[in-house]
């Protein structure tokens, strides 16, 4: 008598049971997943430090609170940023609601509109500081399956992906992200101009859990020219936070006042 596991064979490989290889998720699948790692998915609130390294030697120093909610329409994050060091910037605001970034300055009262491409600080530019689902305005390909080194020089095997840019609003052209294949963690991203220059190199570092998940709490930003022109981003002091509709409208932009 033939073994039933055999006999069952056929229809096991024609049903797609235990036997069927699991698909490779498509690249816009990975690049969510992605998203998530690096974003809760309720509102929230954290602290982002900007430190710029210049030939080894601190240049600059920049401390920002950061709120984030996302869209009940749409998924992507709208964004409100107090300056809190140095300061002389202490209480200036920024604000991304949709693809609009304003700043706002207490002392002149005036609500300016922003590029997310203008540098912040260093090689972080002021796209850089919100909290964006790259899925919603990039379109992403599956390059290949290869390793790479990580931001500790640590060989891990990722799905490298080309992203390129679904709206001339966004802060970069297009993207080249590496997304590790065992946990979707983002691990390191090339960022290019409109003219398909180099602007800088991310490295993803630090994982620690951090509002029920496993997030990178630093990020290295290394110039696409000059290697020794570094910008760190290091994230702390992350809590669920309620954030009202009301902080996101730049009309409320005067009458904000840090809880």
Sequence with gaps: MKPILAGLWPLLM?????????????????????????????????????????????????????????????????????????????????????????????????????????????????GDVVTVNLALDYRASLVAEEDTLD????????????LAATSPDVTYHRIEMWVDVANNQPVKGRYYSESERLLKTAYYRKYEQQLGSMRPTETVIIDGLDPNWVTVMRYSDWNWRDVPDAWLQRDYLPRFKAE
């Design 151 to 162: 931001g500790d020089r640590q060989t891990r095997k990722c799905y490298k992906l080309a």
């Design 14 to 126: 024609l049903i797609g049971g235990p036997v069927a290889a699991a698909a490779t998720p498509t690249a816009q699948e990975i690049l969510a997943a992605s998203d998530a790692v690096r974003n809760p998915a309720k509102p929230f609130a954290l602290q982002t430090q900007l430190i710029e390294y210049r030939n080894g030697r601190e240049s600059a120093n920049l401390s920002l609170a950061v709120y984030a909610k996302a869209e009940a329409s749409g998924g992507q994050y709208r964004n409100l940023i107090r300056f809190l060091k140095p300061l002389r910037d202490a209480n200036k605001l920024m604000l991304k609601s949709g693809n609009d970034l304003w700043f706002y300055d207490p002392a002149s009262k005036a609500s300016i509109r922003m590029s997310p491409q203008q540098r912040l600080l260093g090689q972080a530019a002021n």
